[in-house]
């Protein structure tokens, strides 16, 4: 079983910036690929970014290219979105899922992102 927990959600105007951090437990993290998601009541839930184990294979959905970045440091089992230029249309409640490297996925929580224009 891999805890997931993110932290870093909070209320900013547009064009103001955040820092999202997830930490899963375990002590294969290095192994694991890592992706943000985030969700509204309006619409289902949506990829905004991923970063593959390597730390290399790096993936974001069109709206956030140039705005967000997504990182990990394997030695304290985290992986960071850092947002910035943030719109209205990011706000949303943000998760963190693990893929371990024999197919299991786990969710955190969530954290929510409200940008206020």
């Known amino acids: 079983q891999v805890q997931v927990t993110e932290s870093g959600g909070g209320s900013v105007q547009a064009g103001g910036s955040l820092t999202l951090s997830c930490v899963a437990s375990?002590?294969?993290?290095?192994?694991?690929?890592m992706a943000w998601f985030r969700q509204t009541p309006e619409k289902e839930r949506e990829f905004v970014a991923s970063?593959?184990?390597?730390?290399?294979?790096?993936y974001y959905r069109d709206s956030v290219k140039g705005r967000f970045a997504i990182s990990r440091d394997n030695a304290k089992n985290t992986v960071e979105l850092e947002m910035n230029s943030l719109k209205s249309g990011d706000t949303a409640v943000y998760y963190c899922?693990?893929?371990?490297?024999?197919?299991?996925?786990?969710w955190g929580q969530g954290t929510q992102v409200t940008v206020s224009s």
């Open positions: 970063i593959h184990s390597n730390g290399e294979t790096i």
């Open positions: 899922r693990t893929s371990t490297d024999n197919g299991q996925v786990y």
């Open positions: 375990g002590r294969l993290f290095n192994m694991y690929s």
